[in-house]
T-cell receptor
């Protein structure tokens, strides 16, 4: 079946602009995660959604970052007033249940000029 | 918090065996994962260990010792296509607000040479 999909695959933006990144999880997966991978760094947890529960936002680096998940499926990560240090690959993952294996999407490569 | 260490780079010869080590420190261990990531691509799941011992899956095996905070990924009969980064990730039941987030090491870049 279809895996996790993300769009856009690449995004170049100017410092100060807002960006929206989209994630479509595997159908039926209840848990959805956002991670960030900066050059030379490990994947960094950002936010987690599980069903209708309140999301775990403990990994968001600043209040410029927010995310929502509509209808328990598609998720959007929004970065406001982008900074150059936001340049990274943003990866989305989903799992059937929260405690099960996470499967990753191809990521969105964000470059802030 | 967690601290996960793995070697930055390794090189091995096609057909050989390579072992990639991972050490971790965590307060509420709840599983260790290995992922493979080819350059420019998404991480793909390789293995999961939650109990001590060896899990074998074809050419890949993963070992866990919870008392030592140690895991390794063993790759046998190396092929050129195995050149990739290998990511060790730990799940901690006390991390975040009850979520099942993974904490990743920085990855080990494996180069397989002829």
């Amino acid at each position: 079946g279809a895996g996790v999909s993300q769009s856009p695959s690449n995004k170049v933006t100017e410092k100060g602009k807002d960006v929206e990144l989209r994630c479509d999880p595997i159908s039926g997966h209840t848990a959805l995660y956002w991670y960030r991978q900066s050059l030379g760094q490990g994947l960094e947890f950002l936010i987690y959604f599980q069903g209708n529960s309140a999301p775990d936002k403990s990994g968001l680096p600043s209040d410029r970052f927010s995310a929502e998940r509509t209808g328990g499926s598609v998720s959007t990560l929004t970065i406001q007033r982008t900074q150059q240090e936001d340049s990274a690959v943003y990866l989305c993952a989903s799992s059937l249940l929260a405690e099960e294996t996470q499967y990753f999407g191809p990521g969105t490569r964000l470059l802030v000029l | 918090g967690q601290n996960i260490d793995q070697p930055t780079e390794m090189t091995a010869t096609e057909g050989a065996i390579v072992q990639i080590n991972c050490t971790y420190q965590t307060s509420g261990f709840n599983g260790l994962f290995w992922y493979q990531q080819h350059a420019g691509e998404a991480p793909t799941f390789l293995s999961y260990n939650v109990l001590d011992g060896l899990e074998e899956k074809g050419r890949f095996s993963s070992f866990l010792s919870r008392s030592k905070g140690y895991s390794y990924l063993l790759l046998k009969e190396l092929q050129m296509k195995d050149s990739a980064s290998y990511l060790c990730a730990v799940r901690d039941r006390f991390s975040g607000a009850g979520s099942y987030q993974l904490t990743f090491g920085k990855g080990t870049k494996l180069s397989v040479i002829p």
